[in-house]
T-cell receptor, first 113, second 111 residues
């Protein structure tokens, strides 16, 4: 069974630029998560989708971050404009349902200069 | 006070040692307790899962939860170099099963 796919794996941008990350969850997983993991910290949930609806986006900086999950499968996370403090690994995870095990992708490492 | 506290280490042990990792938490609503292992440049993977208080054993790994003390532990017996990774505790409670992670402890097992 294929795991959670993410792209790109690495991205370097200048502050105030925009960037987008893509996630393809495990087939059949209804729940999709985006996490931000700053160096030396644990992952922090940014947004949780159930199919194509948002369940929790309480920690998403909505003035600059946006996410969508069209057709309840793939998802994109966008940052516009980026700040230096956005430098982190962005992890996508998926699960069959919210109470099931979450499977994580390899992450996208973002560096904002 | 953070919801979940975890000593970031780093922790360095010789091969074969018993490793003890732990987390404390403040939110009484947490009912589900997990340990994730994260290798460098990889995403976290679930290692152990425990519901409420008690012990759970899986091979060389034992997870303990003491809800009265708000304290959870992971023990690794006969540690191997392949166990070298960051270990993250995570907890959830409530209807949406949202995970709250600790900072992670970096473990190195030396051959």
């Amino acid at each position: 069974e294929a795991g959670v796919a993410q792209s790109p794996r690495y991205k370097i941008i200048e502050k105030r630029q925009s960037v987008a990350f893509w996630c393809n969850p495990i087939s059949g997983h209804a729940t999709l998560y985006w996490y931000q993991q700053i160096l030396g910290q644990g992952p922090k949930l940014l947004i949780q989708f159930q199919n194509n609806g948002v369940v929790d986006d309480s920690q998403l900086p909505k003035d600059r971050f946006s996410a969508e999950r069209l057709k309840g499968v793939d998802s994109t996370l966008k940052i516009q404009p980026a700040k230096l403090e956005d430098s982190a690994v962005y992890l996508c995870a998926s699960s069959l349902d919210p109470q099931d095990e979450q499977y994580f992708g390899p992450g996208t490492r973002l560096t904002v200069t | 006070q953070k919801e979940v506290e975890q000593d970031p280490g780093p922790l360095s042990v010789p091969e074969g040692a018993i490793v003890s990792l732990n987390c404390t938490y403040s939110n009484s609503a947490f009912q589900y307790f997990m340990w994730y292992r994260q290798y460098s440049r990889k995403g976290p993977e679930l290692l152990m899962y425990t519901y409420s208080s008690g012990n759970k054993e899986d091979g060389r790994f034992t997870a303990q939860v003491d809800k009265s003390s708000k304290y959870i532990s992971l023990f690794i017996r006969d540690s191997q170099p392949s166990d070298s990774a960051t270990y993250l505790c995570a907890m959830s409670g409530g209807s949406n099963y949202k995970l709250t992670f600790g900072k992670g402890t970096l473990l190195t097992v030396n051959p």
